[in-house]
């Protein structure tokens, strides 16, 4: 079989459907992009600059769809629910906010180990 020709049996090939695009199916797409971009951490002002950018073609399409009013109704809507989510990164078992604690803790190691050459 040639490099470029798909294979008619190969489960990877790419295949795209149609959907049904009525307004309530277009609704539900632009709640899944917005619970997505909120949970990334997007705040209002850069999930609705999404919807506005024609480079993400799907979204754009829905704020075309449905309009400005509505979409804003929808990132509202989900910032309600997912906009409160924050992460923690862990260092030497203390959050990051409590970074000067954790370099505390490590200066202590160190000195203690001056402590042992000196000893």
């Known amino acids: 079989m040639p490099y ?3 294979d008619p049996t190969d489960p990877n090939v790419l295949v795209g459907v149609v959907l049904p695009a009525d307004t309530k199916n277009v609704r539900e797409m632009a709640y899944a992009f ?11 002002t850069t999930l609705l600059a999404v919807f506005k950018s024609p ?3 799907a ?5 075309r769809a449905l309009g400005e009013d509505a979409i804003r109704k929808i990132v509202a809507e989900c910032l309600a629910a997912w906009g409160h989510v ?7 078992g203390l959050p ?3 970074g000067g604690e954790s370099q505390n803790r490590k200066s202590k190691i160190q000195d203690h180990a001056k402590e042992g050459e000196d000893g």
Do not use: T
Request: hydrophobic letters at 40%; aromatic letters at 22%.
């Open 86 to 92: 924050q992460f923690s990164i862990l260092d030497f």
């Open 4 to 6: 470029k020709d798909p």
């Open 59 to 63: 979204a754009h399409g829905a704020y």
């Open 55 to 57: 480079f993400y073609a």
């Open 96 to 98: 990051i906010e409590r």
């Open 34 to 44: 917005a619970e997505e971009f909120v949970r990334l951490g997007y705040n209002n």
